[in-house]
């Protein structure tokens, strides 16, 4: 683009030549990052506090849904947001700092695929309206999420992998029945 911001997240442009350079970056000073790094902290123990106490008060699905749960979701979101922001404007990074990894230690990623073998994959995505009076909602956008999944599905099954399912979902991971026995004790 011409106008100075960025395609992705409409920020301005912090594409210099010494933070996106292929020379050593040093006398970088890291305050803004280690007080934003401060601020998620925060976030999350507060986020954690009131999980607690919402979860004392309500059954899980009502928990997920409470006000005070998803302002702080929200909050924790912004954050990470601002976190990448600042690592790719001082730094020229791609920080993938949200994405969830579970090591199941079911060995490592040397030992041969069989046919058949399969794991579960995850993308995710934190969605934010945009600051100014607009018809767009959250609740749209799983619509879109589900689209997208669905043209995914479909190219992989073009190229040749077996799809047994896919999910959409919001505020967490759809997960999948991973054990196929149990599906043949039904």
């Not at 350079?21 to 006398?27: A, H, K, Q, S």
């Not at 043209?151 to 967490?172: D, F, K, N, P, S």
């Amino acid at each position: 683009m011409s106008d100075g911001r960025h395609d992705e997240h409409g920020h301005p442009d912090e594409h210099d030549p010494a933070s996106h350079g292929r020379e050593p970056l040093t006398g970088v000073d890291a305050g803004e990052l280690h007080g934003t790094v401060e601020e998620l902290a925060a976030a999350l123990h507060a986020y954690v506090e009131t999980a607690v106490g919402v979860r004392a008060e309500f059954g899980a699905r009502e928990a997920d849904e409470d006000p005070r749960v998803l302002a702080l979701e929200g909050r924790v979101g912004a954050l990470n947001a601002r976190l990448y922001d600042l690592l790719h404007a001082r730094l020229g990074l791609h920080a993938d700092l949200t994405g969830m990894t579970w090591d199941d230690g079911d060995g490592d990623a040397d030992t041969p695929v069989e046919p058949g073998d399969h794991d579960t994959f995850h993308l995710g995505f934190v969605v934010e309206l945009p600051p100014t009076v607009s018809d767009l909602t959250l609740d749209a956008v799983i619509d879109l999420v589900d689209d997208g999944g669905a043209q995914i599905a479909h190219t992989l099954t073009e190229r040749g992998y077996v799809v047994g399912e896919w999910g959409a979902g919001r505020g967490a991971p759809v997960l999948l029945d991973d054990d196929e026995d149990d599906e043949d004790d039904l």
